[in-house]
């Protein structure tokens, strides 16, 4: 019984931890996944996706990234250049993708990141 | 038998916490509120061996079964605790496993189900822990972040975001985004107090329970029930957990005349009060020789009632929908 109690407290003390590292973690990456940043940072944006010589419409970029395009991510714009970099490196790793973000962080202006994986 | 079954589904916490209380409002968040009837099944995990969905399409099949097995375990009072518990971890699991599912919500909700799994007495100050977790991790991220402390963030929030008619006749009276500045301040300094509070005032917990509500009901309010309802209903819901729930130990006295009182005390169907008449028609509430009057009684009975709390939580969250548009048409007059 006392065995039972003690593992009980290990593993409610190891979630505790391990969410606090979540948080100290998050600090020195751009995306910010469990870590408790809800709407700390505000970013609408748009996708642009071209293979070959087709450009995709924005429902096909739904469809691909299973995200709203455009769209609005409510912690870190970080977290769509990672759903887009994780997919293009695994599903779409054959499909030499060209990928365009124009994204707005906090209403400060414009910026475009792009993804080609050469 | 019929009565006793009824009686089992309605009231079944037997722990010194409303666990299973809290467990299907959250059921309610996931199902009505969030829309989760269908849990998709791995894509772009945040580990890698969830996505072995392709080659074993049984997989999403299944970890749908198991959800609905578990709410169905909570709702009709079977081993809540154990369902709580798989409930938590599963969604956990889906989480990890589609990073298109994630939001801070969501991870919540599967936190609180996964800790009320393994409470047990005496244990209540793991979901002390918990929300105090959220509440500081959401306040230093935003402490470290320029665009709060330069009133950016508000600015463009309240803006173009949200487009809040309140906010927007209100900051050019002042300049240097005056106004966006001390609204950021405010929510950094409200998250971290209240993060710091949860955790070692104890004696003032109901008061920090009523103040989370009303912190989340006018952000709800203030963004025109845009942001967000569920945020507002799972930290209300949950901040529940932190308070002190001893069965019997409130005791009311109420005068039979008063409608309100006496349909709260023919709700009261786990019998957690101590109901007694009286010609007075001052409302009154005992608790550990604490004696409370008029509106703060009233307020500590929809806190501790079970029923009247689920209809006060529900309706709250509908609220704005009316409130705002009334609000909005007369700012709209000045501007």
């Known amino acids: ?118 | 038998m019929g009565g006793k079954l009824i009686q089992k589904l309605i009231s079944s916490d037997t722990l010194e916490l409303p666990l299973t209380f809290i467990s299907r409002l959250l059921i309610f968040y996931l199902l009505f509120i969030r829309g989760l009837k269908i849990l998709p099944g791995p894509f772009l995990p945040f580990l890698p061996f969830p996505d072995i969905s392709p080659p074993y399409p049984l997989f999403p099949i299944f970890l749908n079964m198991i959800y609905w097995i578990s709410i169905a375990g909570i709702l009709i009072n079977f081993q809540p605790k154990r369902f709580s518990l798989v409930l938590g971890l599963e969604l956990i699991f889906v989480i990890l496993s589609n990073r298109i599912l994630y939001s801070t919500s969501l991870l919540f909700t599967a936190c609180i189900f996964f800790l009320i799994g393994l409470y047990s007495n005496g244990n209540s100050w793991i979901f002390r822990a918990q929300i105090a977790l959220l509440y500081l991790g959401a306040g230093i991220n935003k402490l470290l972040n320029p665009d709060w402390i330069t009133g950016q963030f508000f600015d463009n929030f309240s803006r173009e975001i949200f487009e809040v008619k309140t906010y927007q006749f209100i900051a050019p009276l002042f300049s240097d985004l005056l106004i966006a500045k001390l609204m950021g301040f405010s929510v950094i300094i409200t998250e971290l107090l209240l993060g710091i509070l949860i955790l070692f005032s104890k004696k003032r917990i109901f008061s920090i329970v009523v103040l989370i509500h009303l912190f989340h009901l006018f952000i709800l309010l203030f963004t025109n029930g845009d942001l967000s309802i569920s945020f507002f209903f799972i930290m209300a819901v949950n901040s529940l957990l932190c308070l002190p729930w001893k069965k019997r130990s409130l005791e009311i006295a109420f005068n039979e005349n008063n409608p309100v009182l006496k349909f709260l005390r023919k709700t009261d169907f786990d019998s957690y009060f101590i109901w007694k008449k009286t010609n007075n028609f001052t409302l009154e509430t005992t608790s550990s020789s604490v004696i409370e009057t008029g509106p703060r009684a009233f307020l500590r009975i929809l806190f501790y009632h079970k029923a009247a709390y689920a209809i006060l939580i529900l309706s709250i969250i509908y609220i704005p929908q009316y409130f705002n548009p009334f609000l909005n048409k007369f700012i709209s007059l000045f501007l």
Not at chain 1, 42 to 56: L, P, R
Not at chain 1, 70 to 84: A, C, D, Q, Y
């Open chain 1, 1 to 118: 019984m006392c065995i039972f109690r003690l593992m009980r407290k290990t593993i409610i003390l190891i979630f505790f931890f391990l969410q606090i590292g979540g948080i100290i973690y998050s600090r020195f990456r751009e995306d910010r996944y469990f870590c408790w940043v809800p709407y700390d940072e505000i970013s609408t944006y748009k996708i642009v996706v071209k293979i070959a010589n087709h450009t995709f419409l924005n429902q096909e970029i739904t469809d691909r990234y299973k995200i709203e395009n455009p769209g609005r991510e409510n912690r870190s714009i970080g977290n769509v250049k990672s759903i887009i970099r994780q997919y293009e490196t695994t599903y779409g790793s054959n499909d030499g993708a060209i990928v365009l973000l124009i994204y707005n962080t906090n209403g400060k202006g414009e910026k475009t990141w792009i993804w080609a994986e050469n």
